[in-house]
């Protein structure tokens, strides 16, 4: 599975390449598919990262009452 950080640091790539103006457009159309997957991939990673978060918080709240 891939991190968040190498997610991330692979859209920054595909980004460059996106906004190269030397690449052809079927070329480009893979990078933005491979864009999209990434970016779905970073989205459900952030959500599980905040269900964690509110899990530690609610967690601490009970411990401190």
């Known amino acids: 599975d891939m991190s968040l950080s190498q997610a991330f640091q692979e859209l920054e790539y595909i980004t460059k390449k996106v906004e190269q103006e030397d690449i ?4 480009s159309l893979g990078y933005l598919e491979q864009g999209l997957t990434l970016a779905r991939t970073c989205k459900k990673r952030l959500q599980q990262v905040e269900n964690r978060v509110k899990e530690i918080q609610e967690e601490f709240n009970q411990d401190t009452i």
């Open 24 to 27: 052809d457009l079927e070329e």
